[in-house]
């Protein structure tokens, strides 16, 4: 867009330097208008790990493996955990007792499956947000990728043909 508008200035400046015959003070050369350099390839691998590290996209990767460590962790602790106990002591008169037994932990029936569901549904709604930011971050980058890319071409072109035939013309 700056780069148009430059052009029109340039082309408009040009149109009335040719109507009135005087020629104008040109204006301080502007700050260059070429885009920036692409520093790396740029190629499809390189746009997935440049999205993989966008915060948005990591932040979901983050809660969806947070769900699923809860998954894990209510799987694991879904059976209560059963205790075995071995007493030995003495009784009032001296002799010696021993005594074993198993603990259950209350409630026995209880099997954490509404936590489990929760965890579940939660880690669905962070892997389609996931999906959702990590697909936009990457079409962005290849839509930048491809305009600077698309801008050089054009540039290379001006340079090449467009310019030796403005000057072949003049």
Not at 85 to 97: P, Q, V, Y
Not at 131 to 157: G, K, W
Request: charged share 25%; glycine share 8%.
């Amino acid at each position: 867009s700056k780069a148009e508008a430059e052009l029109r200035v340039a082309s408009g400046r040009a149109r009335f330097e040719t109507i009135t015959g005087t020629a104008t003070e040109a204006p301080p050369p502007p700050a260059s208008v070429l885009p920036p350099t692409l520093k790396n390839a740029w190629d499809d691998g390189y746009i997935v790990r440049v999205a993989e590290k966008s915060p948005v996209v990591s932040r979901y990767a983050a809660e969806a493996h947070y769900w699923d460590a809860s998954i894990a962790r209510y799987e694991r602790e879904r059976f209560p955990p059963i205790s075995l106990e071995l007493i030995i002591g003495h009784g009032s008169a001296g002799e010696a007792r021993i005594g074993g037994g198993a603990t259950i932990g209350f409630p026995i029936t209880r099997r954490y499956q509404g936590e489990i569901a929760r965890a579940e549904a939660g880690k669905s709604q962070a892997q389609r947000q996931y999906d959702l930011y990590r697909t936009m971050v990457m079409t962005r980058l290849r839509a930048a990728r491809d305009a600077i890319a698309t801008v050089n071409r054009a540039l290379e072109e001006l340079d090449t043909h467009g310019i030796p035939a403005l000057e072949r013309a003049v």
